[in-house]
């Protein structure tokens, strides 16, 4: 019903920049909030940066003014600038939007396919 479509990542060098993005398309009544989360191998999936339908935004604190989540509205997309990546960043990264399909229906988290950022030192 809700599909999440995301792109970029990639290979980038340490201290290097990358950008990630997320399309958002099906049947979604409403948004809460989208966000991006993290999975390195053999940890848990983690919340890097999340932006709220009122505009407020927080970070996991290893991001803060490193990396810049932004949303486009109209096009239901939310995006992850990286900047400064350092080898710890590497994981799987994966867009997040928690929202609902009808106004009735529950509040439902919606992941996307899931992006590889592979950090060199």
């Known amino acids: 019903q809700v599909q999440l479509v995301q792109s970029g990542g990639g290979l980038v060098q340490a201290g290097g920049s990358t950008r990630l993005s997320c399309a958002a398309s099906?049947?979604?009544?409403?948004?809460?909030?989208m966000g991006w989360y993290r999975q390195a191998p053999g940890k848990q999936r983690e919340l890097v940066a999340i932006?709220?339908?009122?505009?407020?935004?927080n970070y996991a604190d290893s991001v803060k003014d490193r990396f810049a989540i932004s949303r486009d509205s109209a096009k239901n997309a939310v995006y992850l600038q990286m900047n400064n990546l350092k080898p710890e960043d590497a994981a799987a990264y994966y867009c997040?939007?928690?929202?609902?399909?009808?106004?009735?229906?529950?509040?439902?988290?919606?992941w996307g396919q899931g992006t590889q950022v592979i950090v060199s030192s």
């Open positions: 099906g049947s979604i009544f409403s948004i809460n909030a």
């Open positions: 932006i709220f339908t009122s505009g407020s935004i």
């Open positions: 997040n939007l928690l929202g609902r399909t009808t106004s009735v229906t529950a509040l439902t988290n919606y």
